[in-house]
Each structure stands twice: as structure tokens, then as C-alpha cells.
């Protein structure tokens, strides 16, 4: 038998799950089999999954989806190992994930199961600078279970390992719990056993972009987890029947001068639920205290002790809005009010911004025929610029010519034989005159 069964419950995780089985098979700690089952995906996981081919693997493909819990309990029920792990299928193991884990049980066997930490990695499995937190570090059962009640959630549920009789002895997880699932069954197991959280960060974990992630928060999810939580709090009206048990778990209970009648111990869990604020805990707190006030002798001992009766709880049930508060639907409609308003303006700016978009185009088709203009002028000007320069030569020619003429005129006037011969061109000349006459 191997020591430890990995469990996969797979939808959906083509780009990822190659990486995640390859973490698995090259872990340094080999005693294990991994149980992968495929919840009939739409994409090629399975397809994915069957490149692999190792005797250690358990392939499972549904012929159709049956959610997370149930596929996750497919997966239980195949397994033989003493321990139980999980990878989520777009996660990946760092290779010494189970051999830490494991030896940490080995080592203590009086602890039930272990948490290790995580760091975070995007889509292309490129780390970022974010890490699961350390806050669960250190602290015991009591102090875990005051962590959830008040859903600060310090468990990196996939990166755990429980015993498997420790599972078993409270039948694995809830079918009917999606969002919540994780939370309901260490609940569960902290309220017969011991968990611990490591500090070592042995996983990677996948933050998908657009909420990708189960777990990610959308109207859905959080609406889904608001209802479960509201009905996985009773697991404390179920375990908590003492004001021990009560003040281990919730310590500020004992400054508060509550008398330590267990009587009352459901009554104060709905008080510390009601303070909370949050939606599930306030549907819890007012069903717990719609039990305590169904017993009028409970009731009557409440009246006298803590002087909270029937009065009290009624107005108390009427001060917390669970389901319709009136404020917040003047709020609500105060806000449509200003949404229609603010609705018109922008469209009014929209139209606008059409009309400014049209005229820019207009001026960029403007600007345009301008631009080919000016290089169309530009052109010319460099044309005649290129002219005149070579008008300029030859005019620059033409005046070093006229220069040489000049000289040789001067040369000509200036000479012993011109001056000599001036006679002579003065009868020529008088000769010329008396024939024109």
C-alpha cells in the first residue's frame, strides 16, 4: 500500500495540468499514488492527463459534472494511502512538498494533519510578490477555529495533508457545500483533532486572471459562501455545548462577566455572531437566539441573570436587518435616482464627444490637405531656389566675362599703338559723316 494518496479532482485545467502532474511524479518523497479524476471537462484535460502514463497514477473520468465535493469524494474513496493530500489542478508542488508534510505527521503522530504555506504565481506561472499567510503559524486548535468562525481563513487548503482515518471519522466532505467546503470540514476535524500550519511554502499557487479561481470572489461566490458559512456556523452550536469549550475558542468571553452556565453558551454564540456584522453570521446569531427564546425557562433565567427577555430579543430581531433593511433600500433608490441622472449626463457627453470626434476628424482631414499643400510649396520653393542658384552662376559667369572684356578694352585704350593710330580713326570717321551726307 502506498503511504500517501494525492488526490485531483479535476474541470477545465488543459493549459495547467501537465505542470501539476509533473510536480507530482517528480516529487523527492516517492511513496504515494495519485488519484486524478477528470469531472467531464469541455476542454482537453483529459486528453492532457492521458499523456502521462506512470503505475502510480488513477485516472477517472466522469461521464458527467458532478461538482467539486463530489468529484473530490471519487477520489477519497480510491484511496489506500495513510495520508491524504491535494493538488488543485492549475497548481503545482515544489518537489519537496510531500516529504515535508509527511515527515511533520510522521513526527507527531498526535496531530491529525498539517498546512504548509504557498507563494503565489499569475497565468504563465511567473511568481509574484505575494505569499499565502503566516498567521495560522503557531497556533493551536481553539485559536484556528476562532480564526474561521471569524472568517479570517489561514489554512492554504491546497497545500495540506490529513490522515485518512482522521477523514473518515468525519466522513470527508459535505456534497452539498461548494464554496465553502474547505472550511466545513476543517471545522470538523478541529473539533476532534489536532492541524498545524507550517511556515514552509512548498506550493505554488495559481492566481487566474478574471476570477478564474473557485475561490475568487464574484456575486456568485460570495452569495454562495454567505448562505454555506451561515449553515457551516451551526458546527459550533453543535460542538460548543460547554462555557469551557466556549472560552477556549472565544477567550473575551470571560471579560465580559458572563455568568459560566452552560445553559447559556448558545446565547452567547449568537451574541458573538450578531457583533461580527457579517451577513452569515447575523442569520446565524438570529436563528440561535430564535432556539434559546423557543424555551420560556431558558428565557426567564436569561431575564434574570443577563436581564435580556423577550422584549430585548425582539427588538433585537427587529434592529438586525437580514433580509430587508429600509435604510439601505432609501439608499438604493437614492442611488438609482442619481444613476439615471448621471446616466443622461453621460450620455449627453457621449453625443458631445460624437460631435467633437466628427469635427477633430473634419480637422485632421483639413490639417491633412494642408500638410500636402505646404509640401507641395515646399517643392516648388526648393525648384526655384535651385534655379535662381543656377541663374546666379551664370549671371556670377557672365559678370567675370564682362570683367575680362573690360580689362582688355582698358589694355586696347591704353596702348602706344591706339594712341598712335587715333589719326587715322578721326579721318575715318569725317569720311563716314561726309558720305551720309
Given at each position: ?12 485545467h ?18 504515494f ?7 467531464a ?52 508542488y ?74 473518515e ?26 492541524l ?114 423577550y422584549p ?89 566675362r ?6 582688355t ?29
Amino acid at each position: 500500500m502506498p503511504k500517501i494518496s494525492i488526490l485531483s479532482p479535476a474541470y477545465n485545467h488543459s493549459q495547467y495540468i501537465g505542470e501539476a502532474i509533473s510536480s507530482v511524479l517528480s516529487q523527492t518523497m516517492q511513496d504515494f499514488e495519485y488519484i486524478i479524476s477528470d469531472d467531464a471537462s469541455t476542454d482537453d484535460t483529459l486528453a492532457q492527463i492521458n499523456k502521462f502514463s506512470d503505475p502510480r497514477m488513477i485516472v477517472i473520468a466522469n461521464d458527467q459534472n458532478v461538482g467539486t465535493s463530489v468529484n473530490s469524494t471519487r477520489c477519497f474513496s480510491r484511496a489506500n494511502g495513510e495520508y491524504i493530500s491535494w493538488l488543485t489542478t492549475d497548481d503545482v508542488y515544489e518537489t519537496n512538498a510531500i516529504e515535508v508534510m509527511s515527515s511533520y505527521l510522521d513526527a507527531h503522530p498526535d496531530v491529525a494533519g498539517v498546512f504548509a504555506g504557498a507563494r503565489m504565481i499569475d497565468e504563465a506561472g511567473t511568481f509574484t510578490n505575494e505569499e499565502w499567510t503566516t498567521a495560522g503559524v503557531g497556533m493551536d486548535r481553539y485559536q484556528l477555529l476562532n480564526s474561521i468562525f471569524l472568517c479570517k481563513h489561514v489554512f492554504c487548503s491546497p497545500a495540506a495533508m490529513i490522515r485518512r482515518n482522521a477523514l473518515e471519522q468525519v466522513n470527508y466532505l459535505s456534497p452539498n457545500i461548494r464554496q465553502a467546503n474547505d472550511m466545513d470540514l476543517w471545522i470538523r476535524l478541529l473539533f476532534k483533532c489536532d492541524l498545524v500550519v507550517l511556515p514552509d511554502a512548498i506550493f505554488r499557487f495559481r492566481r487566474r486572471a478574471d476570477k478564474k479561481n473557485l475561490s475568487a470572489p464574484s456575486e456568485d461566490s460570495i452569495a454562495r459562501f454567505t448562505f454555506e458559512m451561515s449553515e457551516i456556523l451551526e458546527l459550533f452550536s453543535e460542538y460548543v455545548k460547554t462555557f469551557d469549550t466556549l472560552a477556549k475558542i472565544f477567550p473575551e468571553v470571560r471579560d465580559r462577566n458572563w455568568p459560566a452556565d452552560d445553559r447559556f453558551v448558545p446565547f452567547y454564540l449568537a451574541h458573538l455572531a450578531l457583533e461580527f456584522q457579517h451577513p452569515s453570521h447575523l442569520l446565524y446569531g438570529l436563528r440561535l437566539l430564535y432556539r434559546v427564546f423557543s424555551s420560556a425557562e431558558l428565557a426567564q433565567a436569561l431575564k434574570e441573570k443577563l436581564d435580556f427577555g423577550y422584549p430585548e430579543y425582539f427588538a433585537l430581531t427587529g434592529a438586525i436587518k437580514v433580509f430587508y433593511d429600509y435604510e439601505v433600500r432609501a439608499e438604493r433608490d437614492e442611488l438609482k435616482i442619481t444613476f439615471e441622472e448621471q446616466s443622461e449626463t453621460l450620455d449627453r457627453i457621449s453625443k458631445h464627444n460624437t460631435v467633437l470626434a466628427n469635427r477633430l476628424e473634419e480637422l485632421k482631414q483639413t490639417c491633412h490637405r494642408y500638410t500636402s499643400e505646404i509640401q507641395l510649396l515646399q517643392t516648388t520653393v526648393s525648384e526655384r531656389d535651385q534655379q535662381m542658384r543656377e541663374m546666379s552662376a551664370v549671371i556670377n559667369d557672365l559678370m567675370a566675362r564682362c570683367r575680362e572684356l573690360e580689362q582688355t578694352c582698358h589694355n586696347y585704350t591704353t596702348s602706344s599703338s591706339w594712341r598712335l593710330t587715333a589719326p587715322m580713326r578721326q579721318l575715318k570717321q569725317s569720311v563716314l559723316e561726309i558720305y551720309r551726307r
